[in-house]
């Protein structure tokens, strides 16, 4: 299990994660979601004790990460793709992670075949391999100790389609055999077809905590489009009658709160003209969008 509890991280006058609290708990794949800079990866350096908190807590397990002995058979990690000493080879960099966490020997080769990196490509240097290939082996890197807790930032990056499906079956896998599994990306269409459970953060405060269903729900909610050539008229008479109205554009508006029949009603009623009434489902990626609107990306070069 992982909890966090009004974690906080400044960078100077920059705050990258603000009072973030939310558990992870095993059984699930639970996706942390978020636009890029909105502080996901910096909780998860901070979960794996490589970023000193400014504030709250960050427990794996019930305690500290840097608390647990031998790191690999309690928690598995990949943050980087690329945080491999590129001379050396696959085979080699796993086994000198085993031999530093006291894993058998034969564990390497079982984690290599796992992720497809058998026969040549286990023995070819690192940095040899494509981002795909990077990504496998990092993948196998935090299944190594064979952990209870594994963390994935962004690890279907690079991946070809083949891989991506075999990624997702991997997760569920894992979490079927009781792990908590911990998958951040940027992209609701990844979270959609892997996740279920979602912590989705903006500006490094917590928007929400549900599972992925409960999410979806607010997406289905339906909005009624329309436009006319005299929109803001139109407006304010929908408004008067309780509607949330969002313009589009110039003509264009976005209707909360009225039904298509009623919106057409009042239009027809106060002669305003319609070019358009429709009605429109939002799908969960625009639910997204439109949850984590306010949030903004950081300047290059400061933590993400």
């Known amino acids: 299990m992982i909890e966090v509890e009004q974690l906080t991280k400044r960078y100077g006058s920059t705050t990258a994660v603000r009072d973030l609290s939310f558990t992870v708990r095993p059984g699930h794949v639970t996706g942390f979601l978020g636009p890029n800079g909105a502080g996901k990866t910096t909780t998860l350096r901070m979960l794996l004790g490589l970023v000193e908190p400014s504030g709250g807590t960050a427990m794996v397990s019930g305690r500290s990460f840097r608390r647990h002995p031998r790191g690999l058979r309690h928690v598995g990690a990949l943050l980087d793709a690329h945080d491999v000493h590129g001379g050396l080879s696959a085979r080699a960099h796993l086994q000198a992670l085993a031999r530093s966490n006291r894993i058998p020997k034969g564990r390497v080769d079982?984690?290599?075949?796992?992720?497809?990196?058998?026969?040549?490509?286990?023995?070819?240097?690192v940095r040899t391999f494509s981002l795909g290939m990077k990504q496998r082996l990092g993948i196998a890197v935090a299944l190594l100790g064979d952990p209870p807790v594994l963390m994935f930032d962004e690890p279907l990056n690079g991946l070809d389609p083949e891989g991506v499906l075999w990624v997702r079956g991997l997760f569920r896998r894992l979490a079927y055999e009781g792990r908590t599994v911990f998958v951040s990306s940027h992209l609701m269409s990844e979270m959609e077809n892997?996740?279920?459970?979602?912590?989705?953060?903006?500006?490094?405060?917590?928007?929400?905590?549900e599972s992925l269903v409960q999410f979806a729900a607010r997406g289905t909610a339906p909005t009624v489009t329309v436009r006319s050539p005299d929109a803001g008229a139109l407006a304010v008479v929908l408004a008067a009658e309780g509607a949330v109205v969002t313009p589009y554009d110039e003509v264009a508006l976005k209707v909360d709160g009225l039904d298509a029949v009623r919106v057409g009603e009042l239009a027809h009623q106060h002669?305003?003209?319609?070019?358009?009434?429709?009605?429109?489902?939002?799908?969960?990626?625009?639910?997204?969008?439109?949850?984590?609107?306010?949030?903004?990306?950081y300047v290059a070069g400061e933590p993400r």
Not at 110 to 125: D, I
Not at 194 to 209: N, P, S, Y
């Open 110 to 125: 079982e984690v290599l075949a796992e992720v497809g990196l058998t026969g040549s490509a286990a023995r070819r240097r």
């Open 271 to 297: 002669r305003v003209p319609l070019w358009e009434l429709a009605t429109r489902t939002a799908s969960l990626e625009t639910a997204f969008m439109e949850l984590t609107a306010d949030s903004v990306e």
């Open 194 to 209: 892997t996740a279920d459970e979602l912590i989705v953060i903006g500006r490094g405060e917590l928007i929400a905590a």
